[in-house]
Nanobody, 125 residues
């Protein structure tokens, strides 16, 4: 059974940094798209960043572009999200997700078949 487990969340002051990790087990996701989503209280889950096997350039939402960096280590079957210059509005539960293909749509929850349990990121002002 494939499983994704996030780590690295926590409490940080505005302007600080955190690095999230998502360890995959049960199957290799190296050839498939992987993503980070987040969900703030009272809001819908939103896409943060996506990295594909077949494309050099990751996708970032407008709200995090230039501050966050998504990367993957296929040898370790691990996805990362480096978050710099954090803002209070980045406060949310962050989820990693993996698709069963590397192609097609990337923007929607339905595009991903595997999800982690989430890790809380809280940014204080």
């Amino acid at each position: 059974q494939a499983q994704l487990v996030e780590s690295g969340g926590g409490l940080v002051q505005a302007g600080g940094s955190l690095r999230l990790a998502c360890a995959a087990s049960g199957r290799a996701f190296g050839a498939y798209k992987m993503a980070w989503f987040r969900q703030a209280p009272g809001k819908e889950r939103e896409l943060v960043a996506v990295i594909k096997w077949s494309e050099r350039t990751p996708y970032y939402s407008d709200s995090v572009r230039g501050r966050f960096t998504i990367s993957r280590d296929n040898a370790k079957n691990t996805l990362y999200l480096q978050m710099n210059s954090l803002k209070p509005e980045d406060t949310a539960v962050y989820y990693c997700a993996a698709g069963l293909t590397d192609s097609g749509s990337i923007a929607y929850i339905r595009d991903y078949s595997y999800w982690g349990q989430g890790t809380q990121v809280t940014v204080s002002s």
